[in-house]
């Protein structure tokens, strides 16, 4: 995976931003959890910025943080439940969180008007912010009702994840461009390169026990665990479905099998690289040098 380096405009620019918040939200934000996509989100800015502008400005700042509000909304209000938080206390923090995402949610819209956007795109990157939130409960309900398979990986992935990254491309092309159709594309780009990313990265922390069995109770399967249920069906269904918590040698032979369906996780994240790559070569030829090359790092 490519190292990433972030521009330092769009790094302390999304900062100064979280820093005009209500201090009772700014206590809420957990800025450390998914850093990483953050950065690869923030990267994916500056990648479709660098077709045109060598210094990003105000607009530019604002239209790459205005994602990341969303991010952190999604982050306050995960589409799971960990069962061992179910005090009085922890209920109280789950209620201020969706307060907390609704903040988030309107700051991200007002700030649509701010950043210099046409009345076209913002009315339809509204419509993506509450496309992101009908995916959040979707997921939601397939982790209540175990019904979360590998057909719904990809898709789940996209509806959320994507479009995070969807709206952000948009956002950085609209800002370099006019063309509606070059927008939309890269608006696919970028969508296709933020799901590979997040596979990759969840098939590197899949080697760390700590996580996968994290993932394990919450109820938020990673790609190639669901490829390890639908390989060993009776096993897992043994596994998930006993009346007791599973014993740490049933967990080791979740994680063992698990790891051993990392490589059919990671095609499916390079097959979205591939078909990035080629929508590359449709735009223009002033916008492909930089995203060609990010994707190409990323290929294994």
């Known amino acids: 995976m490519m190292n990433l380096k972030v521009n330092e405009q769009l790094s302390e620019g999304f900062l100064t931003l979280i820093g ?3 201090p009772i939200i ?10 990483d996509e953050r950065n690869f989100r923030l990267l994916l800015f500056q990648t479709v910025s660098s077709a045109k502008v060598s210094e990003f400005t105000m607009d530019q700042v604002q239209a790459a943080s205005l994602v990341e509000f969303l991010a952190l909304a999604v982050n306050l209000n995960p589409p799971f439940f960990n069962p061992s938080q179910n005090s009085p206390a922890d209920l109280a923090r789950m209620k201020a969180g969706s307060f907390a995402a609704n903040y988030l949610m309107n700051r991200y819209l007002n700030g649509l008007d701010k950043a210099g956007f046409d009345s076209r795109l913002i009315d339809e990157l509204s ?7 009908i995916a959040q409960i979707q997921r939601l309900q397939f982790n209540y009702n175990d019904h979360f398979k590998v057909a ?3 898709n789940d992935l996209k ?6 990254a969807n709206i952000l491309g948009k ?14 594309l890269i608006g696919e780009i970028t969508k296709n390169l933020a799901v590979a990313h997040h596979i990759s990265h969840e098939n590197d922390q899949i080697n760390s026990d700590s996580f996968l069995k994290k993932q394990i109770i919450v109820g938020n399967s990673p790609l190639a665990l669901l490829f390890a249920r639908e390989e060993n069906p009776d096993w897992f269904q043994n596994f998930f479905h006993q009346t007791h918590k599973p014993s740490e040698e049933q967990f080791q032979q979740a994680f063992s099998l698990t790891r051993a369906e990392i490589k059919q996780a990671e095609e ?14 449709v735009l223009p030829s002033e916008a492909q040098p930089a995203l060609t090359d990010l994707a190409k790092s990323m290929k294994k």
């Open 20 to 22: 005009q918040f209500p």
């Open 26 to 35: 700014r206590e809420m934000l957990d800025l450390d959890s998914n850093q």
């Open 127 to 133: 419509t993506d912010a509450g496309d992101l939130m």
């Open 152 to 154: 719904n990986y990809l």
């Open 159 to 164: 509806n959320r994840t994507g479009l995070l």
């Open 171 to 184: 956002e950085a092309a609209a800002k370099i461009t006019k063309s509606e159709e070059t927008i939309s």
């Open 268 to 281: 499916m994240g390079q097959e979205l690289i591939s078909q990035a790559l080629l929508d590359i070569t």
